[in-house]
């Protein structure tokens, strides 16, 4: 009996050898995300082996000034080496050895995934590009998800594309949305809290804190952008916004949805430091709203609201009792109305900032699309 057994196994170990397969990536952008995303692949390398038959091996990784790339892998140390510049500053074209950005496509191969972790406007035709050429891609960086609908709906339709980091850094709130249309479910609206800055400050006003302090401590936390109108403006939850829409089936553009920012139009102007200082003159007004909005049985939240004629991205008051409203700090939440959940809306919440939540949705999309990648090799 112990003999068979040794068999069995040992022909299970050949099996499961020859399901795994090797996942070619290649990262632009080594900022915050992209940093936490190669420290995830090396710490979890052998478990998503055991796990999923997926080993990752990162190719190449690049910053706006260069790349550095190894066509057999990059080894741990040299991934170490990288990762060490860039949290002191430095860039990979300082690096030796280090390539044009250009030079990166000399690995680019069919069955290769690249990942686009930077806030670039001019990756687009890269990606595109990628994926007509039989390469997977995942995106944590919006903007080309924003694009004109017809230059960006190859990234919502194509089976080897993922986005997931998105919208809720790691909430599983696009492959939520995919799943009920893939069960015959129609989405009929969507109302999200998706901006983990915007959501700290309004619970510290909420608590009694003034604005202009709770935007001071966020800023030098590091929560906020260098410039804090970056998040204060609503820009960035109307491309979620947008981002939602489009995965719903709603091929929305940016100006379908009017944003409401949480700073009057006489400050956008000033200098940083300047702007900082003037927020003082908000206090009242956003002390007075919290107050009113607590004497009504609601919560102050900026949200982001889509549904197929179009959408909106400002401050509103909901009802207590809601989720949206029990949230506190950096947490985020998607609320889905539809067809299957008519009386009480699906919920997504969790934690929805941080480099390391954001890099974990990145990674969950690579291994989703290897998988499909291995798929269509058969």
Partial sequence: MPVVFSFVMNVWEVIMARKSAVAPVILLGLGKVGRALVNLVIAGRDQLEERRGIMIRLLGVADS????????????????????????????????????????????????????????????????????????????????????????????????????????????????????LDTGDRITAIDGLVSGTLGYLLSEVEDGTPYSVALSRAHASGYTEPDPRDDLSGMDVARKGVILARTAGWPLELDDLPVTPLYPPELAALPVQEFMRAAARLDEEYARKAAQARSEGKALRYLVRVSPTGGEVGLTAVDQGSALARLHGAENAVVIKSEFYREIPLSVCGPGAGPRVTASGVLKDITEIAIELRKEKG
Avoid: Q
């Fill in 65 to 180: 000034t260069g790349a550095f790339v190894n066509p057999d892998g990059l080894t741990d140390p040299e991934l170490g080496y990288i990762l060490s510049s860039k949290s002191e500053g430095g860039t990979i074209s300082e690096l030796p050895g280090s390539l044009s950005l250009g030079e990166i496509t000399a690995v680019l191969r069919p069955g290769t995934i690249v990942v686009d972790a930077t806030a670039s406007e001019t990756t687009s035709p890269m990606l595109i590009a990628a994926l007509a050429n039989g390469c997977g891609v995942v995106l944590a960086n919006k903007r080309p998800l924003v694009l004109p609908w017809e230059e960006a709906k190859v990234f919502y339709t194509h089976p080897c594309a993922g986005y997931e980091a998105t919208v809720g850094a790691g909430l599983p709130v696009i492959s939520t949305l995919r799943a009920l």
